[in-house]
């Protein structure tokens, strides 16, 4: 069924051609119960085909068939970040993705690193503002082992004490490692806090101090209740099998798994221009190296715009000169320069310039170049040769990523949180090459109007505001 | 992500074979690397605060996999002898897109005066950074770019200069149109130089700030080098060397002197690797043939061997940091008498290894994890681990090496709970079930390995440096090896006769203990504090050049 509503949605012949094979492909597939094979095809020429399913609790499940190496890699992903939290429970997703490593109902604590390591696996997590992910990577062989020790935690996570308090001064203490013993890192929570206040990322994923240190048990245990659910998970799993037989046992092991994901009250992931453009959010703290962002606030959080912004880097890089960190190094105004779109944010990806300056250089200075500079790229042609160089890199880093099995597995991953599909090594073609002069120009005025731009930063000691004092100031406003 | 601070001191004290980092052109990262940027919030393995926490024994006991049902590609090479002393090795490989060429050169770190260091380094980078052929450095990185193709100049651990070099298998031609220029006609050009001793001397002036804890890593590397080696010793200097005063001795002479004696066709170890034809291979031997044909190289120096000495008190080193809430640590043992490994003992130690610290699991069952986060939760990501070739190339001195966190207040605690873990490991050695364990896990672990054809010339670099050619079936081999590790008396014995042999053990630590706290420090049993030191003063030293 979902096989022919994707074809009806189909316009270009050849996709209708390419999609009616695959589905030919999947009524040979013999399905668990309530399980439908959304789509299946390859990134990128060459690899294997990857089949994304849907289980009827509603986890999505997605399996690459690679036999190159007996290694597998499962991820899972959950729209769990610390975007979920509100004031007051800051920094749960993260002590959770801590939680998950200890006990369940069904397993003693100690359990998984037992079982981990006895069969020759490794294990992590990573936490972020629009995420949780856990992954593993293991022998192939060992993949019923691991899908029921991944299963027990995701459904059998026991929060109790006295794990729950002891992984809480963990948290504290990654805290202090992190961002209270670091200036750069500690002023950046203070700016952090002032330029994006009433938004979600107002706060660090780690949590604010005082909201990590009195967490509840009862906090930590809704938090599970109402986002670790299988609608809102997705599954990645990679290695030497075969897809039919590697989703049943997902299926055996995660089917089962209940709930549904709390829905939340819409919150603006930005502030409104008219509050931040144009102001400067910057402190000083004891180092030596400053960092400072000028940040262009966007709506648009399409992959297009994602290609856009390297092309536009392309663009900004490409000089007699040498690339644009070079000629900023040669001219003394930073030691370092990037642009980037912020996309491992689903409902907030601006576009970002990042400088690292010395005690000596002034952003007044580098910021003043960077805007020269991108008024030039934006007025050069896209040649075809341009687009030739473009596509060139395309391929080498498609080649890079085809390599290896886990770099596919993240490769698919990535595109499939944030974009909802992972055919976007084709979609990056087709942007380059039909992009005119005009359009480039067109969207590089609109994405990087100074006008709507702030920028946040911490100096070296006596080029601003101490951070201290900024925090304290901000409070009294 | 697992704990990041602990992924860099293991990264950066790993016995890793290879530096790739000193100088690398690359394509930037456009389309999907651009995606991968993680932001890198992580799991931790550690923790901190009051609370005790016993873990129940888990009886579950691992199960072997069965990786004899597993074929096991063997390597396939040919090899090619060049007049004049070098050898291409050619490794096909149909799946993927690229070809790479390493040139391993026999000359490097100690063939030149060891007064010359800094010069060294600035020559490796100055042949992509200085330009090369008709091009300076910003036509030569642009043209890089804009035909996908990588390049990367280094030392490797053991002193060899090596240039690795990337393209897709269609550009190769314009790849090896590089590197003749790279290696016959570096420009070596003089503003190019200003430049990177610019941006070396930010990147030095960037470390002292000590402000995370992948600088203060630097720190206390350099002064367990001092306790343990001297401060006059090579390893104790490492940092200074782009202090402003050795930046200022690099010249443009020197650069192109030490190039004329790193290019040299005598000791030269070429790998051609990727989807490769008969065409790349003589393309790559009419290069090879052109390169000058020098005397063969011979080292001028070595780093100092370990003087074992008959304190065996912990000698202790601590640096104060006063906005450090928490502090990082290393503890190490060297065993100074090791002698050079042979194979079953590298498998002993393998096993040993992963009882004490193991590469698996996240919050930890092995252990030193163990005790210092899971059972006592002061240390935020303990980790260990056993490098038999402390110093390459002299392979006659291993160490034990234990890096943790302690909360500034519980440092006592720690420092008693590592040193005690430590002993009760060497004095007692191993159980009969966690042998059995590890072995299995090691077993396993292999199964779980990804290797493309480019890890595999790795190894084979690897191999070329020990100045061995691989085995070809090395994974069967490595797998047999571990299978038949069940004497519990045998393995034991091999941890025992090192420790008898002698340790020279060594704590050094960068946080803010009190005065108290030092004075507790120093009652402590069999323990010296050699030198207690704030970070400031240390600053103050290296910004004058180092240790006079």
């Known amino acids: 069924m979902i096989c022919s509503s994707k074809l009806r949605l189909l316009t270009d012949g050849l996709a209708l051609l390419t999609a009616a094979f695959s589905c030919a492909a999947f009524a040979a597939l013999n399905l668990p119960a309530g399980a439908s094979l959304i789509t299946t095809g390859s990134a990128i020429e060459g690899t294997p085909n990857v089949y994304k399913f849907k289980l009827a609790n509603g986890m999505k499940v997605l399996i690459l068939p690679d036999s190159r190496n007996p290694l597998a890699t499962l991820r899972i992903k959950l729209d769990a970040g610390s975007n979920r939290e509100k004031p007051g429970t800051t920094g749960l997703a993260h002590f959770f993705e801590h939680m998950m490593f200890r006990k369940t109902q069904v397993s003693t604590e100690g359990h998984y690193d037992r079982i981990l390591s006895g069969v020759g696996g490794r294990g992590n997590a990573a936490t972020s503002t629009d995420y949780v992910v856990y992954e593993s990577s293991f022998p192939g062989p060992a993949l019923d082992k691991l899908l029921e020790l991944e299963s027990q935690r995701f459904k059998f996570l026991d929060v109790q004490d006295p794990y729950y308090t002891t992984e809480k001064g963990a948290v504290i203490s990654e805290r202090r490692l992190r961002y209270e013993n670091d200036p750069l890192q500690r002023g950046m929570e203070i700016i952090r806090k002032e330029a994006y206040k009433g938004t979600p990322y107002e706060w660090l994923t780690i949590g604010k101090k005082q909201d990590v240190e009195l967490m509840s048990l009862e906090d930590a245990r809704a938090f599970y209740r109402d986002f670790y659910t299988p609608d809102n998970a997705q599954l990645f799993l990679g290695g030497p099998f075969n897809v039919e037989t590697a989703l049943r046992k997902i299926n055996d092991t995660f089917g089962d798994w209940s709930g549904t994901v709390k829905s939340q009250p819409k919150r603006n992931a930005d502030r409104p221009e008219s509050e931040t453009a144009g102001r400067k959010y910057v402190c000083s703290e004891s180092v030596f190296e400053e960092q400072h962002s000028l940040i262009f606030p966007s709506n648009d959080n399409s992959f297009r715009s994602s290609v856009m912004t390297q092309i536009l880097l392309q663009r900004l890089n490409d000089h007699p000169d040498g690339t644009m960190q070079r000629r900023m190094t040669k001219q003394k105004l930073a030691t370092y320069f990037t642009l980037y779109k912020t996309t491992w944010q689903k409902n907030s990806q601006p576009y970002v310039a990042w400088f690292k300056l010395n005690k000596q250089q002034n952003f007044a200075s580098a910021s003043e170049y960077f805007f020269k500079e991108l008024r030039t790229a934006l007025n050069r042609p896209i040649t075809p040769e341009v687009k030739k160089i473009l596509l060139k890199q395309q391929e080498v880093e498609e080649a890079e990523v085809a390599q290896k099995m886990t770099s596919l597995v993240e490769f698919y991953e990535w595109n499939e949180f944030f974009y909802g599909d992972f055919k976007v090594s084709a979609q990056t073609k087709k942007i380059i090459d039909t992009l005119t002069s005009r359009e480039f120009q067109s969207w590089g005025r609109q994405a990087f109007s100074d006008i709507k731009a702030f920028q946040i930063g911490v100096t070296a000691p006596g080029k601003a505001t101490p951070c201290v004092e900024f925090e304290k100031n901000s409070a009294q406003k | ?548």
Request: proline letters at 5%; aromatic letters at 8%.
């Open chain 2, 1 to 548: 992500m697992k704990v990041f601070n602990m992924l860099v001191i293991q990264k950066h004290f790993n016995n890793t074979k290879r530096l790739r980092s000193l100088s690398r052109l690359a394509s930037p990262c456009l389309f999907i690397a651009a995606s991968f940027s993680l932001p890198g919030f992580a799991q931790s393995t550690g923790s901190s605060g009051a609370l005790a926490n016993q873990r129940p024994a888990v009886m579950s006991k691992p199960v072997p996999l069965n990786w004899r049902s597993i074929t096991w590609p063997s390597l396939n090479y040919n090899r090619f002898a060049v007049d004049g002393g070098a050898a291409l090795y050619s490794i096909f490989a149909e799946t993927g897109k690229k070809i790479r060429l390493d040139l391993l050169f026999e000359s490097g770190v100690y063939s030149i005066p060891r007064t010359l260091r800094t010069n060294l380094s600035a020559t490796v980078d100055m042949f992509l950074q200085g330009g090369a052929g008709s091009r300076n450095y910003e036509e030569l990185q642009k043209y890089l770019v804009d035909n996908g193709i990588q390049v990367s100049t280094s030392t490797t651990s053991v002193g060899q200069f090596l240039i690795s070099i990337e393209a897709l298998s269609p550009d190769f031609p314009l790849a090896m149109a590089t590197l003749e220029d790279m290696m016959l006609r570096p420009r070596f050009d003089r503003d190019a130089l200003e430049i990177w001793k610019m941006e070396q001397f930010d990147s030095f002036q960037g470390l002292l700030d000590g402000g995370n804890a992948r600088k203060q890593t630097r720190f206390i590397e350099q002064e367990a080098m001092r306790l343990t080696f001297g401060p006059e010793h090579y390893f104790s200097q490492s940092l200074a060397r782009n202090s402003k005063p050795e930046l200022d001795k690099v010249s443009q002479e020197k650069i192109r002197q030490i190039a004329g004696q790193l290019i040299n066709r005598a000791g030269l170890n070429a790998v051609l690797s990727g989807n490769i034809n008969t065409k790349h291979e003589q393309t790559v031997l009419q290069l090879l043939r052109k390169l000058p044909r020098l005397t063969p190289v011979t080292y001028s120096w070595l780093p100092e061997r370990l003087k074992r000495t008959e304190n065996n008190k912990l000698r202790m080193t601590i640096i104060r940091k006063p906005d450090l809430s928490q502090a990082t640590l290393t503890l190490r043992y060297y065993l100074p008498n090791i002698g050079k490994l042979n194979r079953v003992e590298r498998t002993r130690m393998t096993i040993l290894r992963e009882v004490f610290s193991s590469s698996g699991g996240v919050i930890g069952n092995d252990r030193f994890s163990k005790a210092m986060r899971s059972d006592s939760g002061i240390s935020y990501g303990p980790y260990a681990s056993f490098d038999p070739e402390a110093i390459e190339p002299n392979t006659n001195v291993g160490v034990w090496r234990m890096n943790f966190q302690s909360p500034n207040e519980r440092l006592i605690e720690a420092v008693k709970l590592a040193t005690k873990t430590w002993q009760t490991f060497a004095n007692r050695g191993i159980t009969q079930e966690e042998l059995d364990n590890a072995r299995t896990s090691r077993i396993n672990t292999t199964l779980a390995t990804e290797q493309t054809v480019f890890d595999k010339v790795d190894e084979f670099l690897d191999d070329l440096q020990a100045r061995a050619l691989p085995n070809s079936l090395g994974i069967e081999s490595a797998l047999v090896r571990l299978e038949q590790e069940k004497n519990l008396a045998a393995v034991n014995d091999l941890l025992f006769s090192q420790i008898k042999a002698g340790t020279t053990p060594v704590l050094v630590m960068m946080g803010y203990p009190n005065d108290a706290t030092i004075k507790e420090l120093r009652a402590l049993e069999n323990v010296e504090v050699s030198k207690v030191v704030d970070f400031e003063d240390l600053v103050k030293e290296l910004s004058d050049g180092g240790p006079k």
